[in-house]
Every structure is written in C-alpha cells, then in structure tokens.
T-cell receptor, first 114, second 109 residues
Framework: DGGITQSPKYLFRKEGQNVTLSCEQN?????MYWYRQDPGQGLRLIYY???????QKGDIAEGYSVSREKKESFPLTVTSAQKNPTAFYLC?????????????FGAGTRLSVL | AQRVTQPEKLLSVFKGAPVELKCNYS??????LFWYVQYSRQRLQLLLR??SRESIKGFTADLNKGETSFHLKKPFAQEEDSAMYYC???????????FGAGTQVVVTP
C-alpha cells in the first residue's frame, strides 16, 4: 500500500513534554512537508525538506523541530516551547521531477494537551 | 509576499445549483495554482491544477492574471461535493505551497 503514513492518529501531550509525530512515505519523493491545520486558518507550513539531511523553517517553525536522516522519514517534534500545540498536523510529500509540485498528504495526527 | 485569499469561510448551496468558490492570490512571478479538497474522513487531495486545464468531477478553474484570481466553479452542485476546499499557490521553484484559509462547502438536497 503506497502513500504517506502518519502515526499516531491521536496524541496527548502533558505540560512541559516533548512529543514526536511520525511521517513515513514510500513514494520515493524528495520533498516532505509538515503543516498545522487550525479551523479558519487553513494549512500553515511548519517545516519542509527538499532533500535528505536538509530542511528549512516554514511560516510557524517556533516551538517545533524536525530531522531528515532518511528519504522516507520526516519526524516532527513538538517541544515544550510550543505554547499552543493543540491542532491537527498534516505531513505531505512531493516529487521534484515531471509532475512534481503535487503534494500528497497523510491522514494526519491530532494533538491535544492534557 | 505570496498570499492566497479565500473570502468565504462557508458556502451553502442547494443540490443542482451552481457553485463558485473564490480564490485571489498575490504573487510577483508567474503563478502556478491548485485546488485541494478534503472530504469528510478523507485525506486532503489534489482536485485540479491550472496548468492541466482539465475538468475534474465537473469542476473547472480558470486562472485570470489580470484579476489575480483562480475561482473554482461547478454548474450543478451535488451532495457529494460537500467538503473543505483549499486554494494553493506554488511559492517557490521547489514546489512549496501557500494555502488559503479554506472554504467549507455544504450542498443540501
């Protein structure tokens, strides 16, 4: 089954805790993205990576961190510095060749604060 | 700066009526625009892109550079069109997208 897999589906964070959201893709895509989806605000880009071992901050990177050690994986850590982490998080990937620029999305992770 | 504006948060239409979702953009270069759709309990997915000039599920969208718009239209709405629709602008040469705030479409019988 090809595509993008996000886990877990639901995640709860305690005060002062760091949590990591997983994103794995088997589409052989070079680029991967993390978005935060809040009602009425659309999708806001947190971080993106165009190639392994490289990533850039998006529009709302504060309080988040990422790594891209493997082409297939792009985990997102929500740190304790993120004061309002409750949201729906979406991971996406896209290819860089012909037909690129189309982003394919995972099913999302809903993060809540306890 | 790149910006995508979707002025309607909610659009409620009757089945069989025409539906138009507005999207305006701000971009200094040659724009590449997309419409993405999120049906209930499904993943966000591409609906159409302006360079393809195609009709998907009866929807069309025309890029109007003079008005900096990329409105999505369908002449006869169906109940299965109820979903959240996002307009998106390719923001750099690598394919990073700038999304609008989204429009929730509700089609009632």
């Amino acid at each position: 089954d090809g595509g993008i897999t996000q886990s877990p589906k639901y995640l709860f964070r305690k005060e002062g805790q760091n949590v990591t959201l997983s994103c794995e893709q088997n589409l052989n895509h070079d680029a991967m993205y993390w978005y935060r989806q809040d009602p009425g605000q659309g999708l806001r880009l947190i971080y993106y990576s165009q190639i392994v071992n490289d990533f850039q901050k998006g529009d709302i990177a504060e309080g988040y961190s990422v790594s891209r050690e493997k082409k297939e994986s792009f985990p997102l850590t929500v740190t304790s510095a993120q004061k309002n982490p409750t949201a729906f998080y979406l991971c996406a990937s896209s290819s860089s060749g012909l037909g690129g620029n189309i982003q394919y999305f995972g099913a999302g992770t809903r993060l809540s604060v306890l | 700066a790149q910006r995508v504006t979707q002025p309607e948060k909610l659009l409620s239409v009757f089945k069989g009526a025409p539906v138009e979702l507005k999207c305006n953009y701000s971009y200094s270069g040659s724009p590449e625009l997309f419409w993405y759709v999120q049906y209930s309990r499904q993943r966000l997915q591409l609906l159409l892109r302006h360079i393809s000039r195609e009709s998907i599920k009866g929807f069309t969208a025309d890029l109007n550079k003079g008005e900096t718009s990329f409105h999505l239209k369908k002449p006869f709405a169906q109940e299965e069109d109820s979903a959240m629709y996002y307009c998106a602008l390719k923001a750099d040469s690598w394919g990073k997208l700038q999304f609008g705030a989204g429009t929730q479409v509700v089609v009632t019988p």
